[in-house]
């Protein structure tokens, strides 16, 4: 069987033709195109498929925003999808759109050991439930659960519940931000943008001050890569900082989800940023905010916590759903 799959996020959007060899996935063709580039995922899916003489059985893709009767507003783009205008593309009888975390659970047990890092290895319950936490253009949250047989997801929009500060700091972060967006969310934190954001608390609040030289790269480039290449680097005590607040938010709303999905199976973090700071998530900061859990510290550090290398996890999963849904 012959699977379409695609990982459709607000930077890119990956497609591929994937069928099963002795129970692993393998690519026949691939794609890569940046989203803001194209008006609509149909136009992307269109040029793919003029490339490649393939006819897909079935198609999936994982999407970056919530799915709702087959079709999505992405949040992240100016984009409505529509399973059944992709079905008529296609010419297939139905075309699966799925959660851009749901796919990227699926993907996890695609996985091999090199393309997992592991900051907590805990005590993990192989038929546990899973979580997945993932920073990138957003924040999106996944939890998977046994079945018997594999893990079957259950898409969320836990990204979007409202941020809850811990210290002194957040809690002028929070009253930062509502003053800018009224409602603030841990995406508004936790992602790109977020960091973004945080750097320009501290700058604002008088924290730290602001460097010149940084102050012209983000004008020229992308800002929330400027603030983790000079923080990395540790030549820019603000951006430093903004790192920091960031990784401890991460941690502490990971550690959440731990907790929510009683994630004795472990906490995956996914998308496009915990590979970037790897050497940074080695550090105390993330584990200890991941932890520090009162009453329930011991339970939450006995769940394992792996950083997702991957960088093709989404997709493989939208091809594994694509294989186990029907």
């Known amino acids: 069987m012959l699977i379409l799959a695609g990982d459709v996020g607000g930077t890119s959007t990956r497609l591929a033709y994937f069928e099963e060899q002795g129970g692993e996935l393998v690519a026949l063709a691939e794609g890569r195109y940046p989203s803001r580039e194209h008006s609509s995922l149909v136009e992307i899916v269109s040029r793919f498929v003029s490339q490649h003489r393939l006819t897909a059985e079935r198609a999936c893709f994982g999407i970056a925003g919530p799915v709702l009767d087959g079709r999505v507003r992405t949040p992240n783009l100016p984009w409505h999808i529509d399973s059944r205008e992709l079905a008529q593309l296609l010419e297939l009888p139905q075309v ?145 900082k903004a790192l920091d607040i960031f990784l401890a938010v991460y941690g502490a709303e990971s550690g959440n989800a731990a907790l929510r999905f009683l994630a004795t199976g472990g906490v995956y973090l996914g998308g496009g940023i915990p590979p970037r700071i790897l050497d940074k998530l080695k550090g105390p900061t993330f584990m200890v905010a991941f932890s520090s ?10 769940i394992p916590v792996h950083v997702i290398l991957q960088e093709k996890t989404a997709l493989l999963g939208a091809g594994r759903a694509g294989f186990l849904l029907t």
């Open 293 to 302: 859990k009162g009453r329930l510290s011991a339970l939450v550090q006995s």
């Open 96 to 240: 699966r759109l799925i959660n851009d975390l749901e796919a990227n659970t699926y993907g996890i047990a695609a996985l091999k050991k090199e393309d997992l890092f592991t900051l907590n290895p805990g005590t993990p319950d192989p038929t546990g439930t899973i979580a997945v936490v993932s920073a990138g253009t957003g924040l999106g949250q996944s939890l998977a659960y046994w079945t018997g047989a594999h893990h079957r997801p259950l898409p969320s929009e836990a990204g979007h519940a409202d941020f809850a500060p811990r210290n002194e700091v957040e809690s002028d972060l929070l009253l930062y931000l509502q003053a800018k967006h009224g409602r603030v969310s841990y995406e508004r934190i936790v992602s790109g943008p977020g960091l973004l954001n945080i750097y320009q608390f501290l700058r604002d609040r008088h924290y730290f001050s602001e460097q010149a030289e940084i102050s012209a790269a983000m004008h020229a480039g992308d800002p929330p890569a400027v603030i983790t290449t000079a923080a990395l680097a540790g030549n820019c005590p603000l951006c430093v």
